[in-house]
T-cell receptor, first 113, second 111 residues
């Protein structure tokens, strides 16, 4: 069955510290992987996506993610967190139909001064 | 601002009411989507339209009725909803089916 697991419901980091949000997926075919961010009262914004090629992908706002097929993971990282990064982060996996997305339950990020 | 707008932003309705949610995009995208976002649950894909034709209906109850009159507008008609239908309803559009651009959502409360 297709699914996405984000094991961390909530993470707190200090401003300027590094960040890693975990994402594990289960998908029966070649996965297309995505990270979205949702600020309070807003819709989801696409941070980055992986389709093929280089397993380290760069996104907007200084985020990057690494696809590890052997671990079925697609973890999101940022070397130095800013207070404005506080938000909800969602990992998603899709297939070649383009219409089927499976989202994780999200990780809430709090940034403390 | 993603270019996808939704109205109203907040809606309170009784179980016997009829209301509609509206989504609009002028990005030239061919695909539009309705998602339901409930607390502590993954986003649920409800409906997909490609070139104004419905291509997905993920076992959504008939009390939710989508309408796509043109490629820029998408509606979700609501009638005789249940309290468990209270959620954030997100509209999204896409040029290809991959990178989905989301609107800010309508926060719905069913009393």
């Amino acid at each position: 069955a297709q699914s996405v697991t984000q094991p961390d419901i909530h993470i707190t980091v200090s401003e300027g510290a590094s960040l890693e949000l975990r994402c594990n997926y289960s998908y029966g075919a070649t996965p297309y992987l995505f990270w979205y961010v949702q600020s309070p009262g807003q819709g989801l914004q696409l941070l980055l996506k992986y389709f093929s090629g280089d397993t380290l992908v760069q996104g907007i706002k200084g985020f990057e993610a690494e696809f590890k097929r052997s671990q079925s993971s697609f973890n999101l990282r940022k070397p130095s967190v800013h207070w404005s990064d506080a938000a909800e982060y969602f990992c998603a996996v899709g297939g070649n139909t383009g219409n089927q997305f499976y989202f994780g339950t999200g990780t809430s990020l709090t940034v403390i001064p | 601002e993603t270019g996808v707008t939704q109205t109203p932003r907040h809606l309170v309705m009784g179980m016997t009411n009829k209301k509609s949610l509206k989504c609009e995009q002028h990005l030239g995208h061919n695909a539009m989507y309705w998602y339901k976002q409930s607390a502590k649950k993954p986003l649920e894909l409800m409906f997909v339209y490609n070139f104004k034709e419905q291509t997905e209906n993920n076992s959504v109850p008939s009390r939710f009725s989508p309408e796509c009159p043109n490629s820029s507008h998408l509606f979700l008609h609501l009638h005789t909803l249940q309290p468990e239908d209270s959620a954030l309803y997100l509209c999204a559009s896409s040029p290809t089916g991959w990178a989905q651009y989301f609107g800010p959502g309508t926060r719905l409360l069913v009393l």
